[in-house]
């Protein structure tokens, strides 16, 4: 099955983005973390930034949007040409509508759930998203240590997703490192966003993502 590597410029350079978004010119998509300092304690940037990146970025972008109020902000992320916007499941009123605007504007259409975030309310729902992202670290920052215990979410995505016929990616994200990545594969990740372990590794970003694309790979159904 093929897996998709998004690395998350969280981890890299803000004052050299450009050089940083083109040394990952192997991933899928480029991770671009959108964060408030209100749904997470946490500042990263906003519209204006995200759109110069898109200007630039050769890859497209995966936007995640760690904000409240995503009804109101998440359309604008899609209108500046993002490939796929995810919001949070508990950061919106009413996650269905804001799906189909986003996939009206062009955009694929993800919801994100903290790791404190049961999934089965949202398993009928797989047919209004593009993409399910389950977060295996509390929002907020990079570096973190990967969470184990969310893995059943992804097995009732699987198991939900192959019942409807549906091909939703379903991403982690947060500590995802050669050593963990097999793990979220093993459980039915198909789509996979590495912050430190693609820029601040040992190796260049190019080596790190395929280290990364080969340990998800074999562990992958
Ligand atoms: C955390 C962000 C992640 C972060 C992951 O809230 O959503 O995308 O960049 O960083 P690592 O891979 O270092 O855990
Ligand atoms: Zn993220």
Same mark, same amino acid.
């Given at each position: 099955?093929?897996?998709?590597?998004?690395?998350?410029?969280?981890?890299?350079?803000?004052?050299?983005?450009?050089?940083?978004?083109?040394?990952?010119?192997?991933? $899928?998509?480029?991770?671009?973390?959108?964060? $408030?300092?209100?749904?997470?304690?946490?500042?990263?940037?906003?519209?204006?930034?995200?759109?110069?990146? @898109?200007?630039?970025? !050769?890859?497209?972008?995966?936007?995640?949007?760690?904000?409240?109020?995503?009804?109101?902000?998440?359309?604008?992320?899609?209108?500046?040409?993002?490939?796929?916007?995810?919001?949070?499941?508990?950061?919106?009123?009413?996650?269905?509508?804001?799906? /189909?605007?986003?996939? =009206?504007?062009?955009? /694929?259409?993800?919801?994100?759930?903290?790791?404190?975030?049961?999934?089965? !309310?949202?398993? =009928?729902?797989?047919?209004?998203?593009? @993409?399910?992202?389950?977060?295996?670290?509390?929002?907020?920052?990079?570096? @973190?240590?990967?969470?184990?215990?969310?893995?059943?979410?992804?097995?009732?995505?699987?198991?939900?997703?192959?019942? @409807?016929?549906? $091909?939703?990616?379903?991403?982690? $994200?947060?500590? #995802?490192?050669?050593?963990?990545?097999? #793990?979220?594969?093993?459980?039915?990740?198909?789509?996979?966003?590495?912050?430190?372990?693609?820029?601040?590794?040992?190796?260049?970003?190019?080596?790190? #993502?395929?280290?990364?694309?080969?340990?998800?790979?074999?562990?992958?159904?």
């Amino acid at each position: 099955m093929p897996v998709r590597i998004n690395p998350s410029i969280l981890a890299a350079d803000f004052v050299n983005l450009e050089r940083d978004l083109n040394s990952i010119q192997t991933a $899928d998509l480029v991770h671009v973390d959108v964060m $408030d300092n209100h749904f997470v304690p946490n500042l990263t940037f906003g519209p204006q930034m995200v759109g110069r990146i @898109q200007d630039v970025s !050769p890859v497209p972008l995966d936007v995640h949007l760690m904000i409240s109020d995503a009804d109101r902000w998440a359309p604008g992320y899609a209108e500046l040409g993002a490939y796929s916007v995810t919001f949070h499941a508990e950061a919106a009123e009413n996650p269905v509508a804001l799906a /189909r605007r986003l996939r =009206e504007i062009g955009a /694929r259409a993800g919801i994100a759930v903290k790791p404190g975030t049961a999934i089965e !309310p949202y398993l =009928e729902l797989l047919p209004e998203f593009d @993409q399910v992202l389950v977060m295996t670290v509390e929002p907020g920052f990079g570096g @973190q240590s990967f969470m184990p215990e969310v893995m059943p979410k992804l097995g009732l995505l699987r198991d939900a997703a192959a019942r @409807q016929g549906l $091909d939703v990616w379903l991403q982690v $994200d947060g500590g #995802i490192s050669a050593d963990t990545i097999g #793990i979220a594969a093993e459980a039915g990740a198909n789509t996979f966003v590495a912050g430190s372990s693609v820029y601040n590794s040992n190796g260049d970003p190019t080596e790190n #993502i395929a280290a990364l694309r080969a340990a998800a790979e074999q562990h992958s159904h």
